[in-house]
């Protein structure tokens, strides 16, 4: 079955433009999460919704990023003014809501660079 | 403040061998414990995980062994294949409602034919 899909896959913006990142979860997952991951590093969280309530985004490095997944299930990833230590990978996960543990299965990610 | 650690960023393995990568964390308030692997240009992809009321769970070629005492996970590939050349990351979950994952930096693994 399909999984879980980020467009674009490479975004290119100048230092102080606005983006917008969107994730297409694995249907019917109802948890989702967002990640950033730096250059040599592991992802690093930075929200997490389940359907669409926003259950903790204790990861936005600032109020310039914003998240939100109106109708519990694509997402989109803004990020405002934009600003050269943003440049990375920003990867999307999902996962089931089911009786035990469940991993969460990620997409390819969006490679941000701002120039 | 680090909670999960990989200290070695890269490791070389004959093909056929056994290869053993490693993960240290500082936090007893993990449930679960995972291994993902990377390819390039490529999200992680899952491959095994385990409960903190385990010391050992086992798929296939994979193995993951978890030490509460000394707060220590690995994984073990047997026998190593060339298609198992990635980066693996290692990742915990806090056992108190959070979701997230806290994730290793990440230790390249290269087969060696």
């Known amino acids: 079955g399909a999984g879980v899909s980020q467009s674009p896959r490479y975004k290119v913006a100048k230092r102080g433009q606005d983006v917008a990142l969107r994730c297409d979860p694995i249907?019917?997952?109802?948890?989702l999460f967002w990640y950033q991951q730096a250059l040599g590093q592991g992802p690093e969280f930075l929200t997490y919704?389940?359907?669409?309530?926003?259950?903790?985004k204790s990861g936005l490095p600032s109020d310039r990023f914003f998240a939100e997944r109106p109708e519990g299930s694509v997402s989109t990833l803004k990020i405002q003014r934009t600003q050269q230590e943003d440049s990375a990978v920003y990867l999307c996960a999902s996962s089931d809501l089911g009786l035990g543990f469940q991993p969460q299965h990620f997409g390819d990610g969006t490679r941000l660079s701002i120039l | 403040d680090q909670q999960v650690k990989q200290n070695s960023p890269s490791l070389s393995v004959q093909e056929g061998r056994i290869s053993i990568l490693n993960c240290d964390y500082t936090?007893?308030?993990?449930?679960?414990f995972l291994w993902y692997k990377k390819y390039p240009a490529e999200g992680p992809t899952f491959l095994i995980s385990i409960s903190s009321i385990k010391d050992k769970n086992e798929d296939g070629r994979f193995t993951v062994f978890l030490n509460k005492s000394a707060k220590h996970l690995s994984l073990h590939i047997v026998p190593s294949q060339p298609g198992d050349s990635a980066v693996y990351f290692c990742?915990?979950?806090?056992?108190?409602?959070?979701?997230?994952?806290?994730f290793g930096q990440g230790t390249r693994l290269t087969i060696n034919p």
């Open positions: 936090n007893s308030m993990f449930d679960y």
């Open positions: 990742a915990v979950r806090h056992f108190q409602g959070a979701q997230k994952l806290v």
């Open positions: 249907s019917g997952h109802v948890s």
């Open positions: 919704f389940q359907n669409e309530a926003q259950l903790d």
